[in-house]
């Protein structure tokens, strides 16, 4: 019987982030062995800190011989979380968003010109890593 940890900065029912997570765990480990880590605030720790902190407690399961899972918070533009998961984690879903707006702000400006690059460089480390990858949304079908 295989053993999935999984990773979740939100499975609240009342969020969009936490509603996918919950759909994305009913449909893919609903009849499976799991065990569910979740911390979820406060905001800034669950999204950004625990992010990195979720890596090493992925590893500890992996070298236990779980099968690594990890949900939620995932922007394609964060590279170091899908370089430094343990081999063979199922990402999913993955999320992200494009620059729309008039650039009229530091923030518009690095999604505009930071954002695409990173993007493009998960997607290279996520295709060497897995051959499929599930988005949230098709937002960035273009990369």
């Known amino acids: 019987m295989n053993k999935y940890v999984i990773w979740c900065s939100d499975l609240n029912k009342n969020s ?70 343990p081999p063979r984690t199922i990402f999913g879903p993955i999320t992200g968003s494009i620059q729309v707006n008039k650039i009229n702000n530091s923030k518009a400006l690095i999604r505009y010109l930071i954002f695409p690059i990173l993007y493009r460089l998960s997607l290279k480390v996520l295709d060497f890593r897995e051959k499929k990858i599930l988005f949230a949304s098709n937002i960035l079908k273009k990369f």
Do not use: D
Request: no cysteine; aromatic share 28%; charged share 15%.
């Open 16 to 85: 969009g982030e936490g509603e996918l997570a919950n759909k994305f765990l009913n449909y893919y480990f609903n009849n499976k062995k799991v065990i569910k880590i979740n911390f979820s605030k406060p905001f800034f720790l669950s999204k950004y800190i625990y992010s990195y902190i979720a890596i090493i407690i992925l590893w500890y399961y992996y070298i236990k011989g779980f099968k690594t899972v990890y949900v939620n918070y995932l922007p394609l533009w964060n590279t170091i979380i899908y370089l430094f998961a």
